[in-house]
């Protein structure tokens, strides 16, 4: 252990005192308070403060994701340049404990750099708000939607396998089948009619209504608010582009079943703009004890054309679930995952490439990472011959990539989302735990059979 720290501060001083490192440095200490002051966002204190956030996080992974890669390659590949090595691999030090110290090292620098900078933006989205002198209602803004975080549930999935049976029996007795499905299989159909029948679950039309029932609603304080928040599609647009609609929100049972339960019961009456995201704040005194809350949504004749809301984001329930500085420091600790990766993939490409090469291999990688999302959703629209071929090649090796999209800490922060400890520890044991481990592995094979020198007579 005593060799192994030992290399991890002799690499830590090393990268310290690299040109690119101090430039990297000087950079975000400068940028980003002034970031805080120039950036406006939509004119709103909250919209300040997001795109802050947004920006600021963004700037900071990217740089010191580029920062990682530089130094975990160049610490090993200009020890083998400059010989150095020499030197090193002539004490009492194994090869794998060089190549964990490089690696601890960098981590080291990580750390350290994450920590200083990721305060600075923590320190700046605190202090905004005062220093802009904010009003009561604003703060009030902020503390229910971006200094917080909510925890979201959606409608859940209705089951609609009977119906959808029983619907292609009356298409097929009736002889309606071929004519509107001609040239497709029981398998295709089947899909087609529940895509079908998901979908009128999700749409009322003129005088109609829907109702959603939750379960498991947790807000952490009784005496504030929790959120309904939704978006419109229609079939027909008004006139006047809005829904007038009427919402309730309670413990429907009561009704339903007759029981004497009691809790709060509250109706709102809103004209809202289509295709739009929206929000209601509710008291949390809507929710049951036992976590029930019931959403009813009324289309009003007026709008005469059918409300539908879609399956992704149409409608959920939002309510406070922790507090923003928890959810900052676990999106702290996601950037440490992802750079943790990195530093792996940078001392494994330095241990049979030059340095160049090394450097071009991780940022194809990393980038790759970066819209692993996009890529995959991309060849899923393929014609089915090539998207086999992409299903039996590509897809597995980029699947084994890491997905940096999926894990990105302004995802949660900016809407104010509850970055959980689950999905926290996820993203540690794919990108560190399995992935960076794989690749240490990787790295220490290659290494050991690598010939540092060769002896001459």
């Known amino acids: 252990m005593h060799s192994i ?79 150095q090595i020499y030197t090193v691999i002539t004490k009492p030090i194994r090869r794998w404990q060089l190549l964990v110290g490089k690696l601890l090292g960098v981590i080291l620098l990580d750390v350290f750099l994450l920590c200083l900078f990721c305060g600075l933006i923590y320190a700046i989205t605190i202090y905004t708000p005062k220093y802009l002198e904010s009003s009561d209602d604003e ?33 097929k007795q009736s002889g309606r089948l071929d004519q509107l499905y001609r040239g497709l299989t029981r398998k295709e159909i089947i899909a087609r009619l529940t895509t079908q029948r998901k979908f009128a679950n999700r749409a009322a039309g003129p005088g109609r209504g829907l109702l959603w029932e939750f379960e498991n609603v947790k807000p952490t304080d009784p005496n504030q608010s929790i959120f309904i928040r939704f978006k419109y599609d229609v079939s027909v647009n008004p006139p006047d582009l809005q829904v007038h609609s009427r919402w309730s929100v309670g413990d429907y049972r009561k009704f339903r079943d007759a029981q004497p339960i009691k809790t709060l019961f509250e ?37 005469n054309t059918v409300v539908m809301f879609p399956p992704e984001d149409g409608l959920e ?23 943790i990766f990195l530093a792996a993939l940078g001392v494994l490409a330095s241990t049979f490439l030059s340095f160049p090469v090394a450097i071009l291999f991780c940022l194809v990688i990393f980038l790759t990472g970066t819209v692993s999302g996009f890529i995959i959703d991309s060849f899923d ?26 894990f990105s800490p302004t995802k949660f922060l900016v809407p104010a989302r509850l970055l959980s400890w689950p999905l926290l520890a996820k993203a540690t044991l794919f990108m560190v735990c399995i992935k960076g481990f794989l690749l240490m592995i990787f790295a220490l094979i290659i290494f050991s059979f690598k010939e540092i020198a060769k002896v001459i007579v």
């Open 317 to 339: 329930v939002l309510y406070k679930a922790d507090t923003f500085g928890a959810n900052f420091v676990r999106a702290a600790l996601l950037i440490l995952m992802r750079l």
């Open 267 to 303: 109706e709102y009456d809103r004209s809202d703009a289509i295709r739009t995201f929206h929000e209601i704040e509710i008291p949390a005194g809507v929710v049951a004890e036992d976590g029930y809350l019931a959403v009813g949504f009324l289309n009003l004749p007026l709008n």
């Open 5 to 83: 720290w030992a290399v991890a501060t002799n690499t830590l001083k090393q990268a310290l005192r690299m040109k690119i490192a101090l430039v990297f440095i000087i950079l975000l200490l400068v940028l980003l308070p002034a970031m805080g002051y120039k950036m406006t966002g939509d004119g709103t204190v909250k919209g300040r403060l997001q795109t802050f956030v947004s920006y600021g996080l963004s700037l900071t992974s990217l740089l010191l994701c580029l920062l990682t890669i530089i130094v975990s390659i160049y610490t090993l590949t200009t020890d083998l340049k400059q010989r």
């Open 381 to 406: 629209y393929l014609s089915a011959d090539v998207g086999a071929v992409y299903s039996f090649t590509l897809k597995p090796i980029i699947r084994l990539l890491p997905e940096f999209d999926k």
């Open 139 to 171: 703060m009030a803004q902020l503390r229910n939607e971006f200094f917080t975080a909510r925890a979201s549930l959606s409608p859940p999935e209705v089951e609609v396998g009977d119906e959808v049976e029983k619907a292609y029996v009356r298409l």
